[in-house]
């Protein structure tokens, strides 16, 4: 069975620095990209960044310049490093990613992880 499993959330001060990771694991052929979106209450789930098989990545705008998506393919990991962390950046964190189990390719999402910021 193919699934996501994140790590890595938790509490931090406004400012501090959390790295997540997610490890894809199971029967897979391939994975193309590799994505992070964090839903915080009330609202809806939203794209962080994405990175491409090749390491292509992309930011919304809210993590530019302080989160760094990266992937190890041959662990079959992706990772976000968020930096100068501040209160609007609390949500449940996601991990996506499109991937092959040989039959095809689909979407599929970790369970989540929490991550708070607050002093």
């Known amino acids: 069975q193919v699934q996501l499993v994140e790590s890595g959330g938790g509490l931090v001060q406004p400012g501090g620095s959390l790295r997540l990771s997610c490890a894809a694991s199971?029967?897979?052929?391939?994975?193309?990209?590799m994505a992070w979106f964090r839903q915080a209450p009330g609202k809806e789930r939203e794209l962080v960044a994405t990175?491409?098989?090749?390491?292509?990545?992309k930011y919304a705008d809210a993590a530019k310049g302080r989160f760094t998506i990266s992937r190890d393919n041959t662990e079959k990991m992706v990772y976000l490093q968020m930096n100068n962390l501040k209160p609007e950046d609390t949500a449940v964190y996601y991990c996506?990613?499109?991937?092959?189990?040989?039959?095809?390719?689909?979407?599929?999402w970790g369970q989540g992880t929490q991550v708070t910021v607050s002093s």
């Open positions: 199971g029967s897979i052929f391939a994975i193309n990209d």
């Open positions: 996506n990613a499109e991937m092959s189990n040989g039959s095809g390719f689909s979407f599929y």
């Open positions: 990175i491409t098989a090749g390491s292509t990545a």
